[in-house]
T-cell receptor
Framework: QKEVEQDPGPLSVPEGAIVSLNCTYS??????FMWYRQYSRKGPELLMY????GNKEDGRFTAQVDKSSKYISLFIRDSQPSDSATYLC???????????FGSGTRLSIRP | EADIYQTPRYLVIGTGKKITLECSQT?????MYWYQQDPGMELHLIHY???????EKGDLSSESTVSRIRTEHFPLTLESARPSHTSQYLC??????FGAGGYTGELFFGEGSRLTVL
């Protein structure tokens, strides 16, 4: 069993829709939860991070962590074509030295 | 914008050749990493370094080797390339520390080196 599971998609939604991306994990020691965005032919870049459980909002993006269910989500409101990318969840323990990535969900926003 | 650079971006090479993928960062980060990424698959850590003269193998077994003689430079070498080495290789760096502002272990990635071995 993989430590982090992520639906690879692809996910295609119309512009303006609310997008929900999710990951599940098995290691209860994970404390830092991150979302990276990767555009085609580019390296991933950090979009958001959350420590422990709870919500974090940044503009149109909201990250949620439910440690009791070992489930994290990223919501994108008012989605734009420029949001089309692969979104990778990532997580690490208290030392933050070892980061485990999900396989990424490919998202396409249709104009 | 992250100041981490990888060369070459694309490389097509024959079996048995020796190749070196270059990675340099100008942020003074102590930690550097090499990940392997195949389409639709998660990033796999193949090597990491926490400072000069410090290198460790990652979770995914790899026939490649790395060196860290200077803080800013972390090259990856394959002595004899094979078709199974065909993949995208991503270099990253970080300054993992925990301050009052919270998590600062952000990974800064280069744009990747796409290797094809014929």
């Amino acid at each position: 069993q993989k430590e982090v599971e992520q639906d690879p998609g692809p996910l295609s939604v119309p512009e303006g829709a609310i997008v929900s991306l999710n990951c599940t994990y098995s290691n209860s020691a994970f404390q830092y939860f991150m979302w990276y965005r990767q555009y085609s032919r580019k390296g991933p870049e950090l979009l958001m991070y959350t420590y422990s459980s709870g919500n974090k909002e940044d503009g149109r993006f909201t990250a949620q962590v439910d440690k009791s269910s070992k489930y994290i989500s990223l919501f994108i409101r008012d989605s734009q074509p420029s949001d089309s990318a692969t979104y990778l969840c990532a997580m690490s323990g208290s030392s933050a030295s070892k980061i485990i990535f999900g396989s990424g969900t490919r998202l396409s926003i249709r104009p | 914008e992250a100041d981490i650079y990888q060369t070459p971006r694309y490389l097509v090479i024959g079996t048995g050749k020796k190749i070196t993928l270059e990675c340099s960062q100008t942020m003074g980060h102590d930690k550097m990493y090499w990940y392997q990424q195949d389409p639709g698959m998660e990033l796999h850590l193949i090597h990491y370094s926490y400072g000069v003269n410090s290198t460790e193998k990652g979770d995914l077994s790899s026939e490649s080797t790395v060196s860290r003689i200077r803080t800013e430079h972390f090259p990856l070498t394959l002595e004899s390339a094979r078709p199974s080495h065909t993949s995208q290789y991503l270099c990253a760096s970080s300054e993992s520390r925990f301050g009052a502002g919270g998590y600062t272990g952000e990974l800064f990635f280069g744009e990747g080196s796409r290797l094809t071995v014929l």
